[in-house]
Every structure is written in C-alpha cells, then in structure tokens.
C-alpha cells in the first residue's frame, strides 16, 4: 500500500498498556483480579494537566481513533478525520486519550483474554461489564497518567454514554462532556435489533455457548449476520437510496440470470470482513452494556434528577437521518439538562448518513465540534 | 378453546383448490408442469359476477383471510377484522376470492410440493416466481371462478404490489385497485433487510442449500431470525415503546441477575412460533419476489408510464409511522397516477402501529376502506 498520509495527522503511534494489578468490583457483581486497558494518546500533557481530553468508543471501536501504527498502514484509526493538529479535536493544543473499554478484543482484558484463575481464556465467563464499570476503569487510567480533571470526556453512539455516566458519577474530574449522536437509554426497537444480533451470533453453532476458541472455532456467520444487522441500522434509508439506489453487482432482470443487488454484496463483505477482526463475546458484552444503560432508572426515570450530580459543561450533537439514536433522543438529554440547570449548547447537524455521520467528516458538525472545544481549551488552558 | 366467534364473520369456511393441468411459463424463465392454488371464498357471486373481490396476501400471508376451518378454531384468518358481513370488505355485498400464492407453503405449489419430474420435493429448485407470475395465475383462477372482471383487486405490502401489476398487466380485468402500505419497488433499505433474512436461513446448517426437508430437518434458527428481523421493521419505534418500553420479562438490575427485556421474549416467541408454520424455500421466494418488483424499470424508471396501460380507479393508503414502506413511497405512486392522468384517491392513516397497521382495525383506515368500497360496490353494482 502506499506509504500513511501522515500530513496533518498524529503520525505513527504505539498503543501502551497500563496494568491495574489491584481487583476490580464490577457493578453488576462480578470481579477482575486485576485487568490491563490498551490506550493511545496524541499531542502533549501541557504542565497543570489541564489540557487532557478522553475519547470513548463505540460499540465495535478501539483505542487506535488517530494516526498509524506503521509507516505502511493503509488506513489510520477510526476517528483520524477528527482527531489530529489543526483537526477539530486538536492534538495541537489537546493531549487526547483513547483507549478499548474492559471486556474488548483489541487489547484490553476481556473475553480472549486470559483468566488468571483459570489459565484459560475467560470466553463466556467473562463477568458483565456496564458503562458505570468502563467510567470506573478509565477513571483509574486517568490516575496512572497524573489527569485529575479531563478538559472533555468525548464519545459518539455507546461513547456518548460514557461522557454522560463520566458526568453524572466523576463531577470533579471532567470540565466538559461531548455526547454525540446518543441516548440516555435504548429504545425497544434498539434493544431487539441488539437481542437479533446476539441470537445470530448464540445460534451459530460454531459458537458453542461462548466457548469456541478453546475448541479453535470461530461462529464467522453469526458475527456477520450480526454486523450485517448493525449496519443498515447505522445508514439513512435516504443514504442508501444516493450510495446503492437498486443497481446490480451482478445477473441482469432477465429470465435465468440470478440477481444480486449492490447493496446486498456490501454488506455481505462489510459482515464478512467484521466476523475476522471481532470477538463474538465481546460483540454480546457489549451490546448489553448498551442495552443497560439507563441511568435514570435508580431515579424513578427522571433524568433531570440523575444529571443533577453533574457539575460540567455540555455539549449534544445529533444528526438528522440518524434513525437508531435520533435527534428526538438527543433533545430529550438537552431538555433534561436544561431542567437540572447545566450549561448545555446542542446542535442538530443535517445528514443523510443515519447514524454512521457521527464518524464522517461533515463540515457543520465539525465546525460545531471546533469551535466548542475551542472555547473549552479557552476556560482551561487560557492565559485570561 | 372458547368456540370461535362467528358473530359478523364469514363463519366457518372450507379451503378448496383449483387445479391448472397446463404448463405455466414463468417471467424468470422457469416453468410449471402444472400448478394448484388453494383458495377461499366468502359471500355470493352475484348474477352478473361484477361483485368479485381478490384479496393479494403479503409476505407471510396465506389463502386462510376470514373466518374459521374449525368451529373450535381459537384465531379466525389473518384479515378477518375486515373481511365479513358489515366490515369493510363486506361479504353481504361482495364475493370475496382469497388465495395462497404460487411458491407458498400453505397449500399452493411451490417449494414444500412434489416435483412431478422426479417425484420429489422441489426444495430450493421451485423456479424463480415474480409478482408478475402471480397476477398471471391469479387470473387464470378468476377464469376458473367465471370472473371476468373484479370489482377490485385489494392488497397491503407485498399485496399491493399484486394490485398494481394487476392494473398494468391485465387493464380490463378489474374496475379498482386498493394498494395499502406498499410501494413501486424496494428501496435499498428494504432489500438489505430481506438479504439478512434469506442470509440468515442460507447460514442455518440445517438448511443444506434448501434441500433440508428430504433430510428430515428444519432451518429453525435461520427462520426465527429472519422472522424477527421483519417483526422488528413491520412495528414502529413508538408503538415498541408503548407495547414493551425498557419493561423487563425477567431478572433484574440488581447483581448477578439476568437481565431480559419484555422486548425479547416476545421477539423470541414470534420467530420460534413462525419457524414452526412457514417454510424456509418459501420465505427466499417470498422475499425475492418482493425485491425484484419494479414495474418502472422496464419504462426507464418511469412509474407514470409503467402505470399509463392501467384502466381502473385507485385507492393508496398508507401509515403516519410505516417506516418499511413509508408514506413517502405511497406518495410517489399516487403522485405518478396523477401524472398518468388516473382516478386516484389516497389517505395517509395516522397510526402508531408502522407497516403492521395495514393489518389492524384502525377507526379512520377502515372508513375510507369502507367508503371506497362503497362507492365502487354502486358503480359495479348500483341500479343506476
């Protein structure tokens, strides 16, 4: 492949592992005997420790959202248009942190990791996780790396969770949450396409009730048909109409010539090429951290009343197409917010890429993404 | 079972089947020796047979619309709460035809009967049918019935698909169609969600490539996912928050509980109870059928002009929340009606139900049915 555009990007990076050898009190009754969480970070820790901010991931992401991990990589981590110097989280002025959550498959301790109990790995057995935990536990890498207070805890989809939980159960330790495309909770609708996913994955017998690696398998179907799932729901039905309309990938409308759509060849491979690079346990984890998330349940489903412990800024950001986590759920975090008195601009940026927008390079919601965090670098970092 | 309420219903009715002994050509290229269709009737045909109404099942549909097989039957047909003495469909005025279509399993050829060719079933080697094939057949059954001309021509989704080839493809044949919650072709949204569907059957190891039943086994699994996969998309994201919510059928947030939505366990029941009563080969036909239906794309993608042979009044209905086949592509049809320079009446039917609204009984929805009906009843029928 040709060499890595490194021009305005962070250039090569090398994922760290911060160890944490003390056990780990899960929220949901499990334990870790101790746990490692893989991370990156871009730019400089500037001397008051003030200019750190923290990206959570989604669902399918990783610690690796900027740069390369080698000179030849053919494509740099997955939020490279966002994060890097002059990009609208500016690595310039931000020392930016992102790592893979507990219970993830790109390094940090989860299902194919070794249980140190056992000698084996965790596999289904791995204890439940929720976002409360992953708070916990970034929290935990915050100390490790000397930052009391983010300048802004960021996430998109799942991610944006994070930043919400970061400011309802850390008020001390983040000046600002950027929740974007989110949701306070799923919906029903969110939910089943979720169970449908991880009854792909469970049905597969390949999957062996979570035990397939120690039987050297790997349920491949049941992880694309789940991908395969997922990914309509991120598109707009708009979006797909302009990227695929109905063409053919192959066979013509004519009598014995079997048809294929574009759209159905996409996502074949899309599903195809996720079940190589996507641990089938840690795809159902954390479809039901997802699914759990609800932080105004312990306050009989008042979310102004959950965020009340909240002591930072924020910031919303929904798109317009998106159909999964719509502008509807977004509006109700900013209602909540602004009736538990919180400081909360909000914007509804027009797409007709569904949910996916949140990781594309859309003029608008960048500049929103800019011009906030700009003002955050401002009350944190200025010399007023 | 309490004994099944015949009040304002068609009573108990007996399927019968009509048998064509000639070859059928299929638009797709294949070929039929010979074919069944089993059907029902409901109410009289009158002396002059203008009073004959077809019903055009959808996806999952069968022949059984109204009534009972049984005295002791607990559920009446699919479409009994409008098809009966005083419903909108009313069988003290019309003489209803509801039939099972070609490659369906409930009765019709297709997959599940026996090749006269070799004496086996046909499995994944029934030939491609098209909607087209369809309207084919089911005027060759109204030649049995001595209908030369129905009334209308009604059907919802993948039934209203049959009504518009109808119109197109036999222009003197029928005084009206009733297209509800459908659409003049698929949009990529839509093909991709039956491509999960058949991708999930085709994955299931007890399909073996469609020929499962001469193996003695069932694609259960696939069939309960695709099943649940349509269920998800027929039903709003409202209606799933009214119906289920963040309701929980099972454990609980507390530790070491499991945690299941009520969403869940409903999700589960539909698809397994589906996977028992519907064939596999039949849901790929089905589906298929539905995503090559386009009847502009012989016209150069111009619905006006694939509609302009047609020679009958119509009626589009569709549904405020049917995200599947939206209010949008309703809008289109009518929109080329009106440019072909048809009689076309049309509502939007506000509904919290989404696609599977067409199949509810929905005060406004049965009204304009009813007074659709109506008018056409006095101008087939009318002593003017």
């Known amino acids: 492949m040709a060499q890595a555009q490194t021009n305005r990007s962070v250039g090569v990076v090398t994922p760290q592992v911060y160890h944490h050898g003390a056990p780990l009190h899960l929220s949901a009754g499990g334990r870790l005997a101790s746990f490692d969480l893989v991370f990156e970070t871009y730019g400089s820790l500037n001397e008051n420790r003030s200019n750190a901010i923290l990206i959570c991931h989604a669902l399918s992401g990783n610690h690796h959202a900027a740069g390369y991990h080698d000179q030849d990589d053919a494509k740099p981590g997955w939020w490279d248009s966002c994060v890097g110097p002059g990009k609208p989280i500016d690595t310039d002025r931000f020392f930016v942190v992102s790592l893979n959550n507990l219970g993830g498959c790109h390094g940090s301790t989860g299902p194919t990791s070794e249980n140190p109990d056992t000698g084996k790995p965790y596999g289904p057995t791995f204890p439940t996780v929720t976002v409360q935990d992953w708070v916990r536990s970034q ?59 991880r009854q792909a994955i469970s049905s597969d017998p390949s999957f062996h009730g979570g035990d397939y690696s120690q039987l050297g398998e790997n349920p491949e179907l049941g992880l694309m048909l789940a991908r395969m799932i997922g990914h309509v729901t991120y598109l707009s039905d708009d979006g797909m109409r302009q990227k695929f309309g109905r063409e053919l990938q192959s066979g013509g409308f004519e009598p014995g010539h079997d048809v294929q759509f574009q759209v159905e060849s996409y996502l074949h491979h899309q599903g195809r090429s996720f079940s190589q690079r996507f641990d089938a346990n840690t795809y159902i984890l954390m479809t039901r951290a997802l699914d759990y998330f609800d932080p105004a349940r312990e306050h009989e489903d008042d979310l102004a009343r959950a965020l009340s412990a909240a002591n930072c ?30 400081n909360v601009a909000s914007a509804i940026i027009e797409s007709q890429h569904g949910h996916d927008s949140f990781l594309l390079e859309i003029p608008r919601y960048f500049d929103v993404l800019r011009s906030y965090l700009d003002r955050i670098f401002e009350e944190v970092c200025g010399e007023a």
């Open 313 to 342: 800024k924020f910031c919303v950001v929904s798109f317009s197409t998106d159909w999964r986590f719509s502008t509807e759920r977004s509006k109700e975090i900013v209602d909540a917010l602004v009736s538990a008195r919180k």
């Open 139 to 197: 929290a935990l890498l915050a100390d490790h790396l000397g930052i009391n207070r983010f300048a802004a805890v960021v996430g998109g989809s799942l991610g944006g969770m994070q930043a919400m939980q970061w400011a309802i159960d850390q008020p001390d330790r983040l000046h600002s949450a950027v929740l974007i495309a989110c949701a306070a909770r799923l919906t029903a609708q969110n939910i089943a396409f979720n169970e449908i996913a």
